[in-house]
């Protein structure tokens, strides 16, 4: 199924003027007679704030699925339409509908819902400040939507685990004309590479060793370029794998040059073996191997900056992502691909670990955000010719306890350690924005 | 009495008579990269260590002055080198390295692989004593100690015998019965820098010996050709213990296929380049002989000549000289044990466990399938680049010859502990 386009409100931006009401009362007035706004804004007391009642067109409406005369139906264009004809006036899908998206209109004596009007929706051009836009805002999701998953059904991440997503996005984009190495890890350890001869993908897959997947990549690549083939060399690695262990051979094939599409996805820790620490684990979480007790607290070193660390190699391409935020997430992914095919390309995606860091399943998203909007993980990315660019506006970043306060990992933590961490993040933003006004590029690592 | 014959080409090899060889004059480090140049390896990864590092120079000059188009890699470490080695075969890329000591040491996670990949890489070992004491000198504790991680090992008794080695290394490596990795050995400092005329073997000829690479049919990555590579195996939720046991009897077959392929690769570089080296184990003046002595490595040269100075004061020896290591020659070393009524194994290397060395090892549980029971001493010499002298192998000689009469001692003699 592909995203259609929706109307989104920012509440924020709303100040009440009702020029939207009026706006869909006018459009929706048949030659000069009294209409009902299909968009109404309502005040909340308690904060003050303005919300909005309008049809949200549901991918599975529940107004349609109420409704005994089949009257509402969701279009191929995304409109969840009403048909006159057939509406028997029972009022049930007012009912069924939770955002007050569809009212009986007294004035024209049935129920009337938000059309969009034909795509031309008059409610967001009446919106002087903005509050409504008509986007859509999951079109490289259609795009990228279109692609075959080349990863079979059934993978066996964790519940709530953000890493199946990044995997199928990014071999979707990359394409079946592409060597996947994925080291020891939660990766191949959810079945990419496959058990016993069931197969975990569609494209050429292997377990490098933990220590070795940048090395063996170059092989493939080089291989292949002498035989005249473009084959894409990608590693879907850990950090363990990527930033400790592996290090040597990351380094050494950036270093070179080596014309490999390197994702590192970053659960700070050994996640796949039972959540033991890593050098990608930050100050203070608890770990399997840092436990909290009567003499520890957590780890007591910082992460090291693993992106910051490739980006000094003169990558050709290096930057940092979230699944929060997947359009950028995707426009990284696209400028990576890109870059492997001159030289060595690195994309670092912080990946919540819903059990390892001890959150709830269903709040993946939301700690991958509050991550990026506390500055604790800052999005970036470093281009050999135009140097490293912040991918987002980073001086006013939330406190950092919104996000240690998400993670059981971080749930001992005491107010000299959250100081500490806070000191931490706001030093690292401070030196990426140096560098981001550096203009830190080819002169200064290449 | 030996197989070699010295060098020269036979009467009935008509191929090498047809050009005349060139000559040159090199030590076994360039004889080796000669042997690279020649084999036309797709690609090269190498990490300099001594006494290898010249080794690695003239590979690296070669690919500069055009003499060998082959990929070179400048790894950051041996662990790289192997790795980087393992993808390119996975693409059908023949290929070479090379190392020793520490860097063999540092190399062992995807050395260890490297046969279960059933990867025909060729690697030559310039064997190097290990560390500590530190040391940079010859010895072949590093090619001992990795015995039973499944590659072939050949040792190389002279410099010509390292170049012919290398290429004949590719046909045995590709043997689609045996699909193994192989390492051939030659003794740093002795063979790896000492300098001899050889001659190099005319490139159409040893092309048409080789044949094209045959690296990947059997496990490949490649998106013509998509599978998953290594995935998972064993354990309880799959077909069950027998696929794995499958792969490592796989192995073990290959191994033992690799015997015949070694012996018949041998015999027809003789048939087409007129030099014949004994492929599993030379036996030397071992006919008539009352004791013989068991040899691996450059070490039986000077060891022959106490053979033969012993020979002209009437002492009945001889002398066994183990090419093939890994796969283990039992029957061709049998056969030759048997000719002995006792036996002295000098080793270049300390099997610690067993107060011994490995080669001393090996013949013991070889001795077990000879006809009668032949006592059998250890003699350890040549550690970290001791010379191994003809008056060495005198001794060891002389200790041999007790054995007839005297039961022998289950500690080793230590040939340079006086030097």
């Known amino acids: ?446 | 009495m030996s197989e070699v014959v010295d060098g020269t080409a036979s009467a009935a090899d008509a191929v090498a008579a047809k050009k005349e060889p060139k000559i040159l004059v090199c030590d076994g480090n360039e004889a080796a990269a000669w042997g690279v140049v020649l084999a036309r390896p797709d690609m090269v990864a190498v990490y300099p260590i001594t006494p290898q590092s010249s080794l690695a120079e003239y590979v690296a000059q070669f690919v500069a002055d055009g003499v060998l188009d082959a990929e070179l890699v400048e790894a950051e470490g041996e662990h790289s080198v192997l790795s980087v080695l393992h993808g390119a075969a996975l693409v059908g890329a023949r290929t070479y390295t090379a190392s020793c000591g520490q860097g063999l040491a540092f190399m062992f996670e995807p050395y260890f692989r490297t046969p279960n990949l059933r990867l025909p890489i060729v690697m030559s070992i310039v064997n190097r004593d290990g560390i500590t004491p530190q040391c940079v000198w010859g010895g072949q504790q590093d090619a001992m100690t990795v015995r039973e991680v499944g590659w072939i090992q050949l040792f190389c008794e002279t410099v010509q015998e390292v170049l012919d080695t290398v290429v004949m290394a590719y046909r045995i490596a590709e043997d689609r019965s045996v699909m193994l990795p192989v390492n051939v050995n030659h003794d740093g400092n002795y063979l790896s820098n000492g300098v001899v005329r050889i001659e190099l073997p005319d490139q159409a000829e040893v092309d048409d010996f080789l044949g094209t690479p045959d690296v990947n049919w059997h496990v490949a990555l490649d998106p013509e050709r998509p599978m998953g590579v290594d995935p998972l195996t064993g354990g309880a939720t799959g077909p069950g213990p027998a696929l794995f046991v499958g792969y490592r009897r796989g192995h073990c077959e290959g191994m033992q296929n690799a015997l015949r392929a070694i012996v018949e690769i041998h015999e027809e570089w003789a048939r087409r380049f007129g030099r014949r080296y004994a492929p599993l184990v030379e036996e030397y003046r071992l006919d008539d002989a009352d004791c013989a002595l068991v040899t691996i490595g450059s070490m039986a040269g000077a060891a022959k000549d106490a053979v033969d100075a012993a020979r002209e004061a009437g002492v009945p020896v001889g002398l066994i000289r183990i090419k093939t290591l890994r796969p283990f020659p039992l029957d061709a070393m049998v056969a030759a044990l048997d000719k002995a009524r006792a036996v002295g194994v000098v080793d270049r290397a300390v099997s610690y466990g067993w107060n011994s060395g490995p080669v001393h090892q090996e013949t013991l549980a070889a001795l077990h399938y000879c006809q009668r029971r032949i006592p059998c001493l250890s003699l350890i010499g040549g550690l970290a680049g001791a010379d191994l002298t003809q008056a060495h192998f005198a001794r060891a000689i002389a200790e041999t010859v007790k054995l007839l009469d005297a039961p022998c001692p289950r500690t080793p003699v230590w040939l340079n502990a006086e030097d």
């Not at chain 1, 909290?292 to 007591?300: H, L, M, N, P, V």
């Not at chain 1, 930057?319 to 390309?345: P, Q």
């Open chain 1, 1 to 446: 199924m592909s995203a259609t386009p929706t109307i989104a409100f920012d509440a924020a931006r709303c100040d009440g003027c009702g020029e939207c009401m009026k706006a869909c009362q006018v459009a929706k007035s048949d030659d000069g007679r009294p209409a009902q706004s299909r968009i109404r804004i309502v005040r909340d007391d308690e904060t003050g704030s303005w919300g909005i009642a309008q049809c949200r067109q549901c991918g599975d409406p529940r107004c349609a699925s109420v409704c005994p005369a089949a009257a509402l139906a969701k279009g191929g264009d995304g409109v969840v339409a009403w048909d006159a004809g057939r509406c028997v006036n029972c009022l049930i899908c007012t009912a069924g509908c939770t955002y007050g998206g569809i009212a009986f209109s007294a004035a024209e004596g049935h129920v009337v819902k938000c059309d969009q009007c034909a795509g031309a929706p008059q409610c967001v051009a009446a919106c002087r400040r903005g509050a409504l836009r008509y986007v859509t805002a999951a079109k490289l999701y259609n795009r990228w939507g279109e692609l075959e998953d080349l990863f079979v059904p059934g993978l066996g991440g964790c519940q709530g685990c953000n890493t199946e997503l990044i995997m199928r996005h990014a071999l979707r984009r990359i394409g079946p004309n592409t060597v996947l190495a994925t080291p020891p890890g939660c990766i191949p350890g959810m079945g990419s590479v496959g058990y016993n001869g069931m197969l975990g993908c569609k494209v050429p897959v292997f377990h490098p060793l933990l220590t070795n997947t940048a090395s063996m990549l170059t092989g493939i690549r080089r291989q292949f370029k002498r035989k005249g083939r473009d084959v894409t060399a990608l590693a879907l690695a850990g950090d363990g794998g990527a930033g400790d262990v592996g290090f040597q051979s990351l380094s050494g094939a950036a270093e070179r040059g080596e014309q490999i599409l390197f994702v590192c996805v970053d659960n700070e820790g050994y996640m796949n073996t039972g959540a033991q620490r890593s050098g990608s684990t930050t100050y203070g979480a608890w770990t399997a191997t840092t436990p909290i007790g009567e003499a520890a607290r957590g780890k007591t070193q910082e992460a090291k900056n693993l992106p910051l660390l490739m980006m000094w190699h003169g990558c050709e391409y290096v930057a940092t992502a979230s699944t929060a935020f997947m359009e950028d997430f995707y426009a990284k992914l696209e400028a990576a691909l890109d870059a492997s095919g001159r030289g060595f390309a690195y994309l670092h995606l912080y990946s919540p670990c819903t059990s390892g860091w001890r959150f709830p399943s269903a709040a993946n998203v939301e700690v991958a955000r509050k991550a990026v909007e506390t500055n604790f993980a800052v999005l970036w990315e470093y281009r050999r010719s135009h140097g490293l660019r912040l991918s987002r506006d980073i001086d006013e970043p939330a406190p950092v306890v919104d996000y240690l306060k998400l993670l059981g990992k971080f749930g001992h933590l005491d107010a000299a350690q959250v100081a500490h961490i806070q000191a931490h993040v706001d030093r690292q933003a401070q030196v990426l924005r140096e560098l981001a006004r550096a203009g830190c590029g080819a002169d200064a690592v290449g």
